[in-house]
């Protein structure tokens, strides 16, 4: 069964730095893995998505890695600012589930100070 | 863009009581879904559908039913509601494109069952 990890729960930095967010899954045979932003009281608003065969994705300052062999991916964000404070998450869809059901992350709350 | 529609918003039901929850998109996908969340336990998949007259159970789909007669629509009714409903609802919605197609969610609807 996949379980999929998120490591900080939460992290405070200051505005400017650069950050990575962790994401980690235990069956590596994904379909596609995504990552999500929420803000506070809303949806999801998808991030990057990146497929099976990619190894990485990119948008505007944010970089996404796949690594299907370590069960690992991470969200690279450059240059931080305090809007991109929300909390991230990860969610991977297997490739045999028919139900195209994604497997979430608790999340990383991000906080950017000024 | 509308994208995908959730209504209402916020709902305090009692013990007992049903009710419907509303999701429309304007995307023409064929994939729709709900998920709930809830502190601790992430989002998890309740019911899903991938095109009109096709329904299908997710990972916790007790207490909930669905039904889909148009592209457009993926209502949620909750026959008597319990105190373990209180969550926040989201419906998703993507292609049937696995590899390429992100999921988009509505805003979520807020229930308390008391």
């Known amino acids: 069964k996949q379980e999929v990890t998120q490591i900080p729960a939460a992290l405070s930095v200051p505005e400017g730095e650069n950050l990575v967010l962790n994401c980690s899954f235990t069956?590596?045979?994904?379909?596609?893995l995504q990552w999500f932003r929420q803000d506070p009281g809303k949806g999801l608003t998808s991030l990057l998505l990146i497929q099976s065969s990619q190894r990485e994705q990119t948008s505007g300052r944010l970089n996404a890695s796949l690594d299907k062999s370590s069960g690992r991916s991470t969200l690279y964000i450059a240059a931080s600012q305090p809007g991109d404070s929300a909390t991230y998450l990860c969610a991977g869809r297997g490739s045999k589930d028919s139900s195209y059901k994604l497997i979430f992350g608790s999340g990383t709350r991000l906080l950017v100070r000024p | 863009n509308a994208g995908v529609t959730q209504t209402p918003k916020f709902q305090v039901l009692k013990t007992g009581q049903s009710m419907t929850l509303q999701c429309a998109q304007d995307m023409n996908h064929e994939y729709m879904s709900w998920y709930r969340q809830d502190p601790g336990m992430g989002l998890r998949l309740i019911h899903y559908?991938?095109?009109?007259?096709?329904?299908d159970q997710g990972e916790v789909p007790n207490g909930y039913n669905v039904s889909r007669s148009t592209t457009e629509d993926f209502p949620l009714r909750l026959l008597s509601a319990a105190p373990s409903q209180t969550s926040v609802y989201f419906c998703?919605?993507?292609?049937?494109?696995?590899?390429?197609?992100?999921?988009?969610f509505g805003n979520g609807t807020r229930l308390t069952v008391t």
């Open positions: 069956d590596s045979a994904i379909y596609n």
């Open positions: 998703a919605s993507s292609s049937p494109d696995r590899a390429n197609s992100p999921l988009h």
């Open positions: 559908s991938v095109g009109a007259g096709i329904t």
